[in-house]
């Protein structure tokens, strides 16, 4: 054996935490760098191959396996890592620590097919976007020297006498299966080498073999003559250690195991589901229908997730990801007719024409390398929404927006199962985004679906959540359903009701007026009209006046006569009038009445600054230049000079030099803050002064280096700035807002919570979904914090008799900016006998930061012309209370918070407030 390492400058296990943080190694990842330097430790006293697998069997531990053999003639050890927590960057490490600490400086990496082989080449290069040796400072002059299956034969990395051409590491990328077909002229002769390139490399002392997906080709006959080199150590990486095949076999050489159920609790990629229909039994159904059917409900899937990414996207600021669905087909026949099916008018309305592409196989059911190239180019193809390919997919397809499989037929191996979502569960964003539906990846498998889950479930599988697509279009994750909330108002009037609440008992129905299809009707209609006066009327009152109220049953009147050639008077019609009535009663007497007042800062801003002194002027030490431009010549080391003709304005002050450059800054105005200007700018001449010679010097300095020393002094100029809009425009757009509904994700129907139960820990709390609420405006809710369920237990309670309603305001119900572009939206509104609040609840080491200051700001106006707006007909004026989080305590009341932390209105009463239609 030859494992002896060459004595290192860094002790070992630093080195180790070095490279895991400099290549940012996930857990797995670092836990392999250390099994591999346990088994360089083993090895070194190991005289053959038996010595050797007895001392790596001593190692079995908790996370070690025990190796029964090593399948080769020489040490070859497999690192079973799941697909999506990155084995290229593991291999990248492997290379490193073998290199840093002696044991070898010569690589072969080996490649099922061109796809991997291409995509190796590329994180081996440096400059490329994945390049995986990036932070490794020892690479960064002297990168490895690549040798690929394309150019070894033009003697690059090649050692004579012991001395290296190129580089002291090198990494050989070679294909398999162009190996297959060049393995004879790699064991020929070369007059550049001087002997064969595979002698050349099995003469290597200290050769180790990486080989990637190892599983794809260890029956192959260029992995074998591979095999023969007798690498000193060989290293398998691979997501399914076992044989390809009906009659797969596990590796045996398997050291180090780290599965996709590890990989989902660690939250390293997506959360795998298998989906069917609710209640769907498939024996009522033949091929043709159940393919249509599966299509359908992954078209239902993927439509809900692409929804997800649009709001993720347009919530946190990140990139759009468009996401794709994976049809999987018999052959090349069966692929043909799944894309005319889906592109046909009667396919969701033709809605999907022109956003498929079909990937056929070339050889025997495998898709080809121009295929899955074809593939890889989805991330950035959002018009391409569907994938139809032929058999299993091969590896190296990384894309991370996969979110839907359709498998229209029976896998052949568990195998098949493994590989198929490995394609879909890398994360777009790298790290789960805590929305599950953006964080997983659906199969839907309504034929299959109980035999999968039974595999699931079995010791050692992989973990598969349940996902059930009812005919709504709902999709339930592992139970988990889209939970739609409409307001108590909506309920009241068109029938529809909340969710079933498990452990809160039998909740009291929201009592329903309309009890006839054709009251029902006549009522959901006038709901519409109604919301689509908001901007004709001033308040809701007005709803109830006898002219509205005429107007509105001749419009619900019109709406619902029969149409021409229907038989009419054979049912008798409702009274519609009555009916209007009866709406408008329980819109009024039940909504909030919420103004649309769009609150917007002008783009008069100014910034305006406090006095400060500038610090750190120590560190300030620029040097005057020559007004001369020195040029060496890199072959004779001639030196020419080149006189510098500047022409520049000269400043009759040396501060003018750098308040010339200050003044070009956006943020800085001239006129209100020229003092604090022309002090900073002294204190850096000041400096300056303090260590050159004289004024010419200073002067030089100023002229050459002036910007830059703006941008310093402008720089700790923004630390001391407050950015403060001059006024903010506001103008009422509609007099009241009828509730949207509001949507909620819960484990199941059943288990939204009483929210008078806390969580633990509390810090769970904005995972739930809340309901048993007496005076909520929507029978469900949820809640950021413990704090906010805290307050609604104080304001729902019967010991605060003056409030009415409340709610948590559902997303756009209010429109106040308080910077560009970016939107207020507060905790509660709340409705008492007097006045309505909006109520902001925050952590108390918040209350200062400036982003809390400025919603205040606006939320405040936005309540100053609310105010104004109700005052004009006699409406509940509106108070903002923003309350400490540690001041919402069981004992407190509405009243007692609204006297310590309201903070009052700021009124501008030169805005405009009538309703504008």
Known sequence: MNFAAAPSRIPTDRLIRQISARMSLRKPQERSLEILHSVGGALRSAKDLTEALAAIQELADRDVQRVEAFERNFVSLCFAIATGVGKTRLMGAFITYLALTGHSKHFFVLAPNTTIYEKLIDDFTPGKPKYVFKGIAEFAQSPPQLVTGDNWDQGRGLRRQGELIDADVIINVFNVDKINKDVGRIRKLHEYIGESYYDYLAALPDLVLLMDEAHRYRAKAGFKAIADLKPMLGIELTATPK???????????????????????????????????????????????????????????????????????????????????????????????????????????????????????????????????????????????IVIHVNKLKEGWDVTNLYTIVPLRASASEILTEQTLGRGLRLPYGVRTGDEAIDTLTVIAHDRFDEIIKRAKEPGSILLKSVEIDTEGNVWRDGAVELVSPSIVESMITGLGGASHGELGEQPQVPYVFDTPEAQSYATVTYKVIRQMERELPNLAQLQTQQVQSKITERVQELMRPVQGTLEGILAKPDAAKIVEAVTHIVVNNTI?????????????????????????????????????????????????????????????????????????????????????????????????????????????????????????????????????????????????????????????????????????????????????????????SFQSDEERLFAVLIDADREPDVLRWVKPGRKQF????????????????????????????????????????KAIAARIWIGHATAHAASYGGKPWRYLLVPHDAVLENMSLEGLAAHHELPAIIQREEELAPTG
Do not use: W
């Open 243 to 385: 044989t390809v095949g009906a009659k797969s076999v596990d590796f045996k050489n398997v050291i180090y195991r780290y599965g996709l159920a590890e990989a989902m609790e660690d939250g390293f990629v997506k959360e795998p589901a298998v989906a069917t229909r609710k209640n769907f039994d498939p024996r009522g159904f033949n091929d043709d229908e159940l393919e249509k059917i599966k299509l359908e409900d992954g078209v239902q899937a993927h439509e809900n997730v692409k929804l997800k990414l649009i709001d993720y996207a347009q919530r946190t600021g990140d990139k759009l990801v468009h996401p794709f669905i994976l049809v999987v087909a018999q052959d090349t026949t069966h692929a043909e007719a799944i894309r005319k099916r889906i592109e046909s008018d009667q396919f969701f309305a033709g809605r999907y024409k022109g956003r498929v592409i079909r990937v056929d196989s070339a050889l025997r059911g495998e898709e080809s390398d121009e295929a899955t190239s074809r593939l890889l180019a989805l991330e950035q193809d959002g018009a391409t929404e």
């Open 593 to 781: 009445e919420i103004p649309q007042i769009v609150v917007l800062p002008t783009s008069d801003v100014t910034f305006s600054l406090n006095d400060f002194d500038l610090s750190d002027l120590d560190t300030v030490a620029p040097q005057p230049l020559s007004d001369e431009i020195v040029v060496q010549q890199m072959r004779t080391g001639e030196r020419l000079t080149i006189a510098r003709n500047m022409a520049v304005i000269r400043e009759e002050r040396l501060e003018d030099y750098l308040v010339v450059h200050l003044i070009d800054f956006e943020q800085v105005d001239y006129d209100a803050n020229a003092d604090l200007l022309y002090k900073l700018a002294g204190q850096i001449v000041a400096r300056l002064r303090s260590y050159l010679p004289d004024d010419a010097a200073v002067e030089n300095v100023l002229v050459h280096q002036g910007k830059r020393l703006a941008q310093i002094i402008f720089g700790q100029m923004m630390k001391h700035y407050v950015e403060t809009p001059t006024r903010y425009q506001a103008r009422v757009y509609r007099g009241f807002q009828i509730l949207e509904r509001q949507t909620f994700k819960v484990a199941h129907p059943k288990g939204v919570r009483d929210f008078r139960m806390p969580v633990t820990p509390a810090s769970e709390t904005r995972r739930h979904v809340f309901g048993g609420f007496k005076k909520c405006a929507y029978p469900e809710q």
């Open 815 to 854: 429109q106040i900016e308080y910077r560009r572009t970016e939107r207020y939206e507060p905790d509660f509104v709340v409705e008492t006998t007097s006045e309505k609040l909006i109520v902001e609840i925050k952590a108390r080491k918040d209350l200062e930061d400036e982003t809390v200051k400025a």
